[in-house]
């Protein structure tokens, strides 16, 4: 068989892709026929009337299914972008960014936020509104900082000092979320455990859209970055050598990478192993070309995450499952998977 | 062009590791940088290049200083063959090998470089393992597939190609003595086509018949430059801790070594 191209493989994710979203916006314990939908986007453009019977319906598909819809969406192309992108910054295929502690770090800044945001000792006051993103973005990049550092400190990634430096800040950042949530009153207290497995159904209009709009500018950023990913595979002194800046390169991207999925996480909570599942499935499909890599992994990562918030509005219906418990489920077994190919790998080598 | 160290000095922590010292590489030939374990060959080899920043002193690339020039021009005209290049993804050697061209061009590869990583494969004989996984391979071939990455990088047909250089550290060291051969040939056709070639090499006897000028570092410091027929056995004696008889050859002199 003829190995599809690497355009013709994106297109095909991004069809895939629309078909799951049009499932996602009909899905749940609210059921939208697909012509309902097509009514109600068509009344959203101010084109034809709705029938005063549907006014509910139409609320519940604006208000709540239509922003957990996108949120779904980019929540997925990030945490599938960003795997990619942290697999090429540290020059490792096992790394994701709940393993290098870039998740759990914007989750204990976010929660800092929610529970300490009301008392006294309030120091994010003046940011307002800003500070949940704000604080997430800062407890990512220190942990996701820390784990760099001591997997990279030798020119090299060592994969044993990677995954020891994610363990050691995850703990410890999971050890300062939870003393929050033990020393919060309700009912922020519940949003942070309830937050620690990730899920959508805090999703609205504000949350999506400062997602999205922090997303789209660095997804253009990164897709331009695929020819230096690519060179940085054999490492920083011959990547420069064919003319890149690789620590330039590094630490902006880190940036990048950092800011998309702390302010996801602070949105929607953790949701581990998209970021590993994604990028592996992409190198199955077609290649490890990272030209190719950035943009399908972000569709396939959207994609994924469409199809499993599906899941787990029905899989319990009328109540539903926090998405982390699912990733975890799927993610693990095939990180594991993972993980022996490449000692094997090593082992041969 | 010359390449021209003028009172480089280069230490990192406190400790220095290259002593204060000016040396001009001879444009166009094989120079050969050789030296006892730790002698600083490859700190050489990277300041030359304008990997690294000189702690006192500056590198001259013609007239300009190496660190003023933009690096993806300077990619056009230099290379540097790293000694052992691991890379831990899923990557076919043409796609390796196309990274040579990324300094030339800006989105998509041209059909002109799709050609000149072709030729590459060919000259280092990988051309049929073309489509093969480069962590697959054997660290041999993975460094031939380095050394076409390389070449393709200063690629050219021209009657008069423009002035390129072309760094090699310890290119031969994983590989069987036909390839080490190959591979030397390769080099010194690139430098008869106006290519200056640097080159560490541990082999003293392949120093001396590829080589047009050996350099010999010892302790961070630059202890002589010689043409292979100058090269002693009191000089070799001095750098390496070795004694060596010269035997007579037919086509130049072959070194044997004593301790």
Redesign the interface.
């Known amino acids: 068989m003829r190995r599809l191209s690497w355009i013709q493989v994106n297109v095909l994710l991004a069809c895939l892709l629309a078909g799951c979203v049009l499932l996602a916006l009909s899905a749940g314990s609210f059921y939208f026929a697909p012509a309902q939908i097509a009514r109600f986007l068509a009344h959203g453009l101010g084109l034809g009337a709705i029938a005063p019977e549907e006014t509910l319906d139409l609320n519940v598909f604006t208000t709540l299914r239509l922003p957990r819809v996108l949120l779904c969406g980019v929540t997925g192309a990030t945490l599938g972008l960003s795997g990619t992108l942290m ?1 090429g910054l540290f ?3 096992i790394v994701e960014p709940g393993l290098a502690g870039t998740s759990a770090g914007a989750a204990l800044g976010a929660s800092s936020v929610f529970v300490l945001g009301n008392s006294a000792l309030s120091f994010t006051a003046p940011l307002g509104t800003a500070a949940v993103p704000v604080m997430a973005f800062a407890g990512g990049m220190l942990a996701t900082l820390v784990v760099f550092r001591i997997a990279t400190l030798f020119g ?1 990634t060592d994969v044993l000092a990677l995954l020891l430096a994610g363990i050691a800040v995850n703990a410890m950042c999971n050890a300062g979320t939870g003393f929050l949530s033990y020393i919060a009153r309700d009912p922020q207290a519940r949003n942070i455990t309830f937050w620690n497995l990730g899920t959508f159904t805090t999703a609205d209009w504000r949350g999506s859209l400062l997602v999205t709009a922090i997303f789209l500018p660095c997804l253009i950023l990164i897709l331009r970055r695929g ?1 230096d990913l ?2 940085l ?3 920083e ?2 990547a ?6 690789p620590e330039r390169l590094v630490w902006r991207l880190l940036v990048l990478n950092t800011l998309i999925v702390s302010v996801a996480t602070a949105m929607v909570g953790v949701i581990a192993f998209v970021g590993l599942i994604v990028p592996h499935m992409m ?1 199955l499909l077609r ?3 990272y030209r190719f890599l950035l943009p399908a992994s972000a569709l396939g990562g959207a994609l994924l995450m469409e199809a499993i918030d599906v899941v787990a509005r029905l899989v319990i219906r009328p109540a539903e499952l926090p998405v982390g418990i699912i990733t975890a489920l799927i993610g693990a077994p095939i990180f594991l998977w993972i993980l022996l190919a ?1 000692r094997r ?1 090593i082992a041969s ?1 | 062009m010359t390449i021209r160290l003028e009172a480089v000095r280069w230490a990192t922590g406190g400790t220095t590791i290259i002593e204060t010292m000016t040396l001009a590489f001879a444009a166009n030939r094989v120079n050969v940088i050789l030296g006892p374990n730790g002698a600083g060959k490859s700190t050489l080899m ?1 300041l030359a ?1 304008g ?1 690294l920043r000189p702690t006192g002193g500056r590198v001259l690339l013609g007239e300009s200083d190496m660190l003023t020039l933009d ?6 005209t ?3 063959l ?1 000694q052992h ?8 050697v043409e ?2 090998v196309l ?2 061209r ?2 030339h061009f800006s989105r998509a590869p041209g059909r002109e470089d799709r050609r000149i990583v072709a030729a590459a494969l060919e000259l280092v004989g990988m051309a049929e393992r073309r489509h093969r996984i480069y ?1 697959t391979l054997s660290g041999g071939e993975q460094q031939r597939v380095q050394l076409a990455r390389v070449l393709a ?1 200063l690629w050219s047909d021209e009657a008069d190609p423009p002035a390129r250089i072309l ?1 090699l550290d310890e290119p031969i060291a994983s590989l069987d003595v036909h390839h080490q051969l190959h591979i030397l040939e390769t080099v010194r056709a690139l430098a008869a086509q106006g290519c200056t070639v640097i080159v560490t090499l541990h082999d003293l006897n392949l120093a001396l018949a590829y080589g047009d000028r050996l350099i010999f570092l010892r302790d961070g410091r630059l202890q002589a430059i010689e043409e292979p027929g100058g090269v002693t056995p009191a000089l070799v004696q001095r750098i390496f801790d070795v004694r060596a008889t010269a035997l007579g050859d037919a086509d130049g002199r072959v070194l044997r070594f004593h301790l």
Do not use: C, T, W
């Open positions: 697999q020059r490792n295929p090299h020819k690519n060179a595979m054999l490492g002194d011959d420069a050598y064919l003319g890149f800046d190198r290649s490890s070309d490449h790998r080598a | 990277k290049a990997r690096g993806r021009a300077l990619a056009r230099r290379a540097f790293s290049v691991e890379i831990d993804f899923a990557i076919s796609e390796v990274m040579g990324y300094p962590p990088q760094f």
